[in-house]
């Protein structure tokens, strides 16, 4: 019979797999996306409830699957830690200054300040941060499985929006792409670095 940790493992897998599909046709297929949501309720229930269940996914597999990896360093632990802190409070400090409704794939005005000047993306930058510093922070097997088709969706994310997002915004988004990186470079990095304090 299959463990509680088993079970949790599979949902997520199942709810991974399901994104992931669904914003690869997203890239290549845009009449036919599941992201980003725009105006249609079967989007935003599809893709909130997968989401919600990925989600889900990280403190139930950390309580269920800590620590049956490879990695026993304190040391990669503390930065561990310290990584998925810094990329939960970046992401959501991101998601603040969108506000809730454009980050769930909705129509509004095109951010191209405040954290949106270094990276076109920086609520994936953030996820994706938290992602490396849980798996390493927890030393699951199960998690980090789960965490690199994660992060997998969330690099995803901004490939599936991009068609929508030329389309709404024309001209504006091109010259926001030519001046901002999807990610990270350089750059935006340094550019960032010099805007904390202290």
């Not at 709810?15 to 989007?43: E, H, M, N």
């Not at 980090?144 to 490939?159: D, N, Q």
């Amino acid at each position: 019979m299959a463990s509680r940790s088993d079970r949790a493992f599979l949902t997520t897998m199942i709810a991974d797999a399901v994104l992931i599909v669904g914003y690869v046709v997203s890239v290549f297929v845009p009449d036919r996306r599941l992201w980003p949501i725009g105006d249609s309720k079967w989007r935003w229930w599809f893709n909130w409830s997968a989401l919600s269940v990925v989600f889900t996914g990280f403190p139930v597999l950390a309580y269920r699957d800590w620590d049956s990896f490879r990695v026993t360093s304190v040391s990669l632990r503390i930065v561990g830690t310290l990584l998925s802190v810094f990329g939960m409070a970046f992401s959501l400090s991101a998601l603040f200054e969108l506000g809730w409704m454009e980050s769930s794939g909705r129509e509004g005005d095109l951010r191209t300040d405040g954290i949106y000047e270094y990276t076109r993306n920086p609520q994936s930058v953030g996820f994706v941060t938290f992602i490396v510093g849980a798996m390493l922070a927890v030393n699951s097997q199960k998690l980090a499985v789960h965490g690199s088709l994660t992060a997998l969706i969330y690099i995803l994310f901004p490939f599936a929006e991009e068609p929508w997002l030329r389309e709404h915004y024309g001209d504006e988004y091109e010259q926001y792409c030519e001046q901002t990186p999807r990610f990270l470079n350089i750059e935006s990095v340094r550019g960032l670095v010099g805007k904390l304090p202290g």
